[in-house]
């Protein structure tokens, strides 16, 4: 198999090497014969070379062809980078790789453009990591199908292809013929996902192993997107409420409060509220408040009690969403380990006879033995056809006596009629 990455001026080695680094695993490990090729369209190199040292002296050059001139590009961190195929390897890959693209978002060009639709046509899989998304929806190969991309290109990329149905819950988007990745990093998911199509699990996860990273991660790039607040008109009803949370942190927030902050039915105002912010109320708020207590505590010499009442969660949170039930959570949601149970302190020993060594503590007290009146009546009534047991009590009745939180007297040898302890 062979797959052709495009590398163009300004470009990352990060972003770069990721595609080579995973595909270059799989021939460097026997996997498979799959071989990784760097390509540059003649309007993005830096300078085209010949691909020999040059004509010898008093010959004639020899007419330059696609398949013999070599690109060379500048890495955004100031690496020349020469040898680089032309045009021509992306109409023979099969796999043709666009592993990022500019951070403005600039227009992806006409010979790009072009060079995927051809790819595209021809039945070769096309795919955009990160930012690589942008030019791939320029050629119009996403079309209104589900696509994924950097956080921080959702909102120009739905601006400019709003038939695009961006998907911020996944690392990667696969449609067989049209693959795109989230961003950054989640471009080894989406390359490892290609070994794991084509050649299985086992030899993805080998791949991974030989890496040092995960066979396959859930998740999304929800958590990374930064929107406190719906960015809709004055007049909008949910941008209104969510900007008028924020200034009243610190009260008591239930949602039937901010539906009539914002004038509406409750059920009204929770779907209205997840269709521009896509989350519930109550766990934006939380969010919200988790977010600006963070802030103080990074930027003001607050107490933690006092970052607590500013954001609104009081002295204690004790079942904040996303934190286990059985540990108790400080003001600002963090866990702090909580004994389950409290060892009980050893009883005291009372003398209540002068001299007697096992009474006073200076001998050895006898071990224990449970006597009539330390059992519960309804205990000696239930084993009460027990076998023979020591003092006339069944190992039943001593359990349900000391299981029933009764007061037990510890009895001595000697003094029977005297108890010891309480």
Known sequence: MHIA?????????????????????VS???????????????????????????????????????????????TSEGYILGGLGGPDLAGEADIVVVPAWFADGRPAGEDLCSLLETAHARGACVVGLC???????????????????????????????????????????DHGDVLTSAGAASGLDACLHLVRTHLGAQAANEVARQLVIAPHREGGQAQYIERPVPRRADDDPIGRTASWALEHLGEPLPVERLARTARMSTRSFIRAFREATGAAPAAWVRAQRVREAQRLLESTDLA???????????????????????????????????????????????????????????????????????????????????????????????????????????????????????
């Open 304 to 422: 933690v009690e006092q970052v607590a009442s500013v954001c609104g969660f009081g002295k204690r949170c004790h079942h904040a969403a996303g934190l286990r039930p059985d540990t108790e959570h400080d003001a600002v949601g963090l866990p702090t380990p909580v004994p389950h149970r409290l060892s009980r302190p050893r009883q005291r020993l009372r003398p209540h006879r002068r001299g007697h060594p096992a009474c006073t503590g200076t001998g050895t007290l006898p071990p224990y033995t449970p006597t009539a009146s330390d059992v519960p009546a309804s205990a000696r009534d239930r084993h009460s056809t027990g076998g023979s047991t020591t003092s006339g009590v069944s190992p039943g009745a001593r359990t349900s006596a000391r299981g029933a939180g009764s007061r037990l007297r510890l009895t001595c040898s000697r003094c029977p009629s005297s108890p010891t302890a309480s």
């Open 131 to 173: 930012l690589g998304a942008i030019p791939l929806a320029e050629a119009g190969l996403i079309g209104g199908r589900r696509a994924v991309t950097h956080w921080r290109a959702f909102e120009p990329l739905a601006r400019e292809h709003p038939e695009i149905a961006l998907d911020e819950s996944v690392l990667y988007v």
């Open 28 to 74: 460097r490990l026997g996997l498979a014969d799959w071989k990784v090729s760097l390509f540059a369209t003649a309007s993005e190199s830096a300078a085209l070379s010949e691909n020999a040292a040059g004509p010898a002296e008093g010959t004639r050059p020899a007419p330059s062809t696609p398949s013999s001139r070599t690109a060379s590009i500048r």
């Open 5 to 25: 990455v495009y590398a163009f001026d300004g470009i990352t080695m990060f972003h770069l090497s990721i595609p080579q680094m995973v595909f270059g695993t």
